[in-house]
């Protein structure tokens, strides 16, 4: 079993637990209130400006240069693709992507300050390692919640259902956990602090549903 397969079964209780939050259950049903669906758009809007300065640092400091550039892919492309997924969702509200007035959330800052620091010192696989969640739950999440557009050509969330349940969003995450399985040590340190990277990211990724499922702020004096 390489890294990612062995990483993901070890993060399965995180991925279950995503799907039975209100959150997501909602999200698959169409009952989700479309405020909280706007409120979680905005801070994933902030997380992936950062997500993708993390996979940029990444590429940069990867050993090998053909899955350097795959990185670097990710952040200008895979990651463009989103924000203009979210940029769309967002104008229908008549907000601008370019122009959020409001503040990350203390979860999405916690998640993506940890990325970022990973990323700038910590070895490359490591730094990998902690990004992958993000593009395996997304992925199984879109995948396990693909059969609702077929049944329900109207769902009120389908264009983030679809962007998700794309294969090319599929073959993205697939390619990721490639480059990390082909750099990842049989054993030693550097093996636990993927893992640890991996878990950390895992659990991250259901606190940030649940932040914007509560309306999570911050405190005021």
Not at 55 to 68: F, H, I, S, V, Y
């Given at each position: 079993m390489g890294f990612s397969a062995d990483a993901w079964e070890r993060a399965k209780p995180w991925y279950d637990a995503i799907l039975e939050h209100p959150f997501v259950r909602g999200l698959g049903d169409g009952t989700l209130d479309r405020e909280v669906f706007?409120?979680?758009?905005?801070?994933?809007?902030?997380?992936?400006?950062?997500?993708?300065?993390?996979?940029?640092?990444?590429?940069?400091?990867?050993?090998?240069?053909?899955?350097?550039?795959?990185i670097a892919r990710f952040a200008a492309g895979a990651v463009d693709a989103e924000r203009m997924l979210h940029a769309s969702l967002l104008s229908e509200a008549g907000v601008d992507v370019d122009k959020l007035k409001s503040e990350p959330t203390p979860t999405c800052l916690a998640y993506v300050h940890t990325l970022l620091a990973d990323a700038s010192v910590k070895p490359a696989p490591v730094a990998l390692a902690g990004l992958l969640p993000c593009f395996r739950i997304y992925a199984e999440v879109g995948r396990h919640l693909a059969d609702v557009l077929v049944e329900n050509p109207g769902h009120p969330y389908a264009a983030w259902l679809s962007a998700y349940g794309d294969p090319a969003f599929a073959e993205d995450t697939r390619r990721a956990e490639e480059l990390v399985d082909q750099q990842a040590p049989d054993d030693g340190p550097e093996l636990d602090q993927m893992h640890e990277a991996y878990a950390q990211a895992s659990r991250f990724e259901w606190m940030f549903w649940d932040a914007s499922y509560r309306g999570e702020s911050w405190p005021t004096p």
């Open positions: 706007l409120r979680y758009i905005v801070d994933d809007a902030h997380y992936l400006a950062r997500y993708s300065r993390a996979l940029a640092t990444t590429a940069a400091r990867w050993p090998e240069p053909e899955g350097a550039a795959s």
